[in-house]
């Protein structure tokens, strides 16, 4: 069934961490990071090896990981990350090299989100996931699967009539195929138009992330329909990944 989170009127502790303003002054901020292949391709890939690194690094320097629950509550209210270092992982895609870093993050109680294409699973293209991956990850409490248009073709960005249509043939896909799905919502490259984003809010999708990599201090101060992301590859060096969350 979907899953339907319902959003409180008062956060003061958010899935128990707590969160309180404190003066402006403060460093600290959340970072949502996003990968799509786990591999050594320097373009979209990030190798096992610097993955595992990055995760331990983020585990081992005391920062609080948000679920994607924890994050739909805060987007929802005014809250201030300038308390401590917060971090939230994302992939898109549906790489089936995404497997690998699945098991890395369950072995060090990391969240995640997967945002999928239904397009190459359904037509078992080689290189992505599978229906069983789908259930593998589902059946881990701290993954969840979410929207990321159906094919995730380019001429689709196009056409906001097109982009609807991929938006409803992807969740027919999750909801013949998975338990249950997040209203949440990654746009394909990134792209946005305004007709598809009003769309999307009568379809009761609740955030929207994009990429266009920023570091976040208050939710105030980004749209929940254009949530900024950092995309993290082989490109990116150990010195600009502590940049981006630090």
Not at 19 to 38: D, E, F, G, T, W
């Amino acid at each position: 069934m979907l899953r339907m989170i319902k959003i409180i009127k008062k956060v003061t502790v958010l899935m128990g961490i707590t969160l309180i303003c404190i003066s402006p002054k403060a460093q600290a901020s959340l970072s949502i990071l996003l990968y799509h292949q786990v591999s050594d391709t320097k373009k979209y890939g990030i190798s096992e090896e610097k993955f595992t690194e990055q995760m331990n690094f983020l585990k081992d320097n005391g920062f609080t990981f948000l679920s994607h629950e924890q994050l739909l509550v805060a987007f929802n209210k005014e809250v201030d990350f300038s308390t401590k270092k917060y971090v939230a992982v994302t992939f898109d895609d549906g790489w089936r090299s995404q497997m690998k870093a699945v098991k890395i993050l369950a072995e060090r109680k990391i969240p995640a989100i997967f945002f999928i294409n239904g397009e190459p699973i359904a037509s078992k293209w080689g290189g992505y996931f599978n229906k069983e991956h789908l259930k593998e990850i589902e059946s881990n409490p701290l993954f969840v699967i979410a929207d990321h248009s159906f094919s995730h073709k380019i001429k689709t960005l196009h056409d906001p009539e097109l982009l609807k249509e991929d938006y409803r043939k992807n969740v027919d896909f999750l909801k013949a195929n998975i338990k249950s799905y997040s209203l949440v919502y990654a746009y394909p490259y990134g792209a946005k138009k305004k007709e598809y984003i009003d769309y999307l809010k009568e379809q009761n999708v609740q955030l929207i992330y994009g990429t266009g990599g920023a570091k976040i201090h208050q939710t105030t101060k980004v749209s929940k329909y254009d949530i900024p992301r950092f995309t993290i590859t082989n490109s990116v060096s150990f010195e600009q990944f502590k940049q981006y969350v630090n």
